[in-house]
């Protein structure tokens, strides 16, 4: 006999990390499932936001102190996974954009770009092409990177997206359409 669907497991899941959650008394316990539950798939959706492994961490760390302080504001008009998805994406546009801010490195240098970061980085293991890809990323504006990243790599539906980013789908659709094709003539014209 087949067991239950995976999407009626992860429901089941959600809900009773909610039910934790709203209790006062389990609220640490629920927390901690929720952390287990989505800690991986929340950090590899931030390291392709951000890269590098120790920014993703730390990421991943400021991610979770915002769900614990705020998870008294989660209404559950959405999907749990949405609302953290949101809150992920929204600690990697604040990083991206202080580390921008600051940053005075030559992206194309080669002792300091991103290929020697991604190299040096023993957490990353790729080839040639996944460099340029990531080159390729890092070159698109924050929302179209974001859009790619959460279509391309998380495989969410534009619905979802629309809910987590509160925009619209059509607008969603032609940001993706736009970092495919910039990232199409980037790996053509540097691979």
Request: glycine fraction near 4%.
């Amino acid at each position: 006999m087949l067991g239950e669907p995976q999407h009626k497991k992860d429901k089941d899941k959600e809900k009773n990390i909610l039910l934790q959650l709203r209790n006062s008394q389990s609220f640490e316990k629920g927390f901690r499932l929720l952390v287990q539950t989505y800690q991986e798939r929340l950090y590899w959706h931030i390291r392709k936001m951000v890269t590098i492994h120790d920014d993703a961490d730390e990421v991943l760390q400021n991610t979770f102190i915002k769900i614990f302080k705020g998870f008294k504001n989660f209404r559950g008009d959405a999907k749990l996974y949405t609302w953290l998805y949101r809150i992920a994406t929204n600690e990697c546009l604040t990083f991206l954009k202080k580390r921008k801010k600051h940053s005075t490195v030559d992206l194309d240098n080669e002792e300091t770009g991103i290929t020697y970061s991604l190299k040096a980085d023993s957490y990353f293991c790729g080839d040639d092409a996944v460099v340029i890809l990531n080159k390729a990323l890092d070159i698109l504006p924050e929302k179209q990177k974001q859009v790619f990243v959460m279509r391309y790599y998380d495989q969410l539906s534009y619905k979802d997206m629309s809910e987590m980013l509160d925009t619209s789908v059509g607008g969603l659709k032609a940001s993706y359409h736009h970092a495919v094709k910039k990232i199409e003539r980037y790996v053509k014209d540097n691979f």
